[in-house]
């Protein structure tokens, strides 16, 4: 099934400090939720509402619990745990692990972990890490570039100018996020986030320079790992036959896994500044956002000037009187 591989928490990188205890056999099972369970009645026997996929935090109150128990009850309530065959359970505050749990997790194959982090740190620190890597992604071709706070993505068909657009913004301060191979993760419940891939991280490819270091040739805040996406462009060859958006009332979108992005047309032809238009797009996607929509205003101000200049029904003009 998909999930999480739980050997994978062991990374140093992760920052969870989880150490193997026991149950090792288990290691490659599968995390298959970002919500953590911290039952204390599963220790009792009572584990109906115990689901595997989750991960089974026992604290010092579970512990402490555990251990007032007498040596037959022990074994019951550890046994009654291991046999739902969680995907894996974790102690923390670095609390001694009872006999009785890690005999169960061993004979049940179910990963016993600890970690000296408090709980409530545990939980927080593991829920956000799981909430990243089980979120739903993709990944599409096109530029990312982070502009004056706003995520713009870049969209258009090979050779169309996107690179060298972002390189404009780039040198005017603002800072690529990624180039080519853009990685998308959904975060609930509407935002969409984009990455670079490791290996093409603060890279990018312009046509007749080749590959470039856009970190080595600009510094360190010319670029970021990761933003919200709030803005879609999708460039194209100027065609005179197309029609294009002059007033900017009607708002399109662009759907990047089921959510719903602002999406503008921008067509490219020689003469046009496409990174200063672009930074003005950002500029005025930061307006809508609190709540101010030019064109709509001036769609309104242009109505109600047309409606001042209509005769009023009903009423006759002295000069229309013979």
Request: proline letters at 4%.
């Amino acid at each position: 099934m998909p999930g999480v591989a739980v050997h994978s928490l062991l990374d140093s990188e992760s920052g969870l400090a989880l150490t193997s205890v026991g149950g090792k056999s288990g290691l490659f099972r599968k995390i298959g939720g970002a919500r953590i369970q911290k039952q204390g009645l599963a220790l009792t026997g009572f584990v109906q509402h115990v689901h595997p996929e989750r991960i089974q935090v026992l604290g010092l109150t579970e512990i402490s619990f555990f251990k007032s128990l007498d040596e037959e009850a022990r074994k019951r309530g550890a046994l009654s745990l291991a046999s739902v065959r969680p995907c894996c359970v974790v102690v923390t505050r670095g609390l001694d692990i009872p006999t009785e749990l890690l005999s169960c997790c061993e004979e049940q194959g179910v990963p016993l972990l600890s970690t000296p982090l408090m709980s409530s740190l545990f939980i927080n620190r593991v829920s956000r890490l799981l909430e990243n890597r089980l979120a739903p992604g993709t990944t599409i071709h096109g530029v990312l570039v982070d502009v004056l706070g706003v995520g713009v993505l870049l969209l258009g068909k090979s050779g169309v100018g996107k690179s060298e657009a972002a390189l404009d913004l780039v040198m005017r301060g603002h800072r690529l996020v990624a180039d080519d191979v853009i990685e998308i993760r959904k975060r609930m419940p509407d935002i969409v986030i984009g990455s670079c891939s490791e290996i093409l991280k603060h890279h990018m490819e312009v046509r007749g320079l080749g590959i470039l270091s856009v970190k080595d040739l600009f510094g360190i805040a010319s670029v970021r790992d990761a933003k919200k996406i709030d803005l879609v462009i999708e460039l194209s060859d100027w065609n005179s036959d197309d029609e294009y958006d002059r007033l900017g009332i009607d708002d399109l979108r662009y759907a990047i896994l089921d959510v719903a992005l602002p999406l503008l047309k921008i067509p490219v032809r020689p003469g046009r500044n496409i990174a200063a238009i672009i930074e003005v797009a950002a500029r005025n996607q930061l307006l809508k956002q609190q709540g101010i929509h030019s064109a709509r205003e001036f769609q309104d101000r242009l109505s109600a000037a047309m409606q001042q200049s209509r005769p009023q029904s009903g009423i006759v003009s002295p000069d229309d009187v013979e």
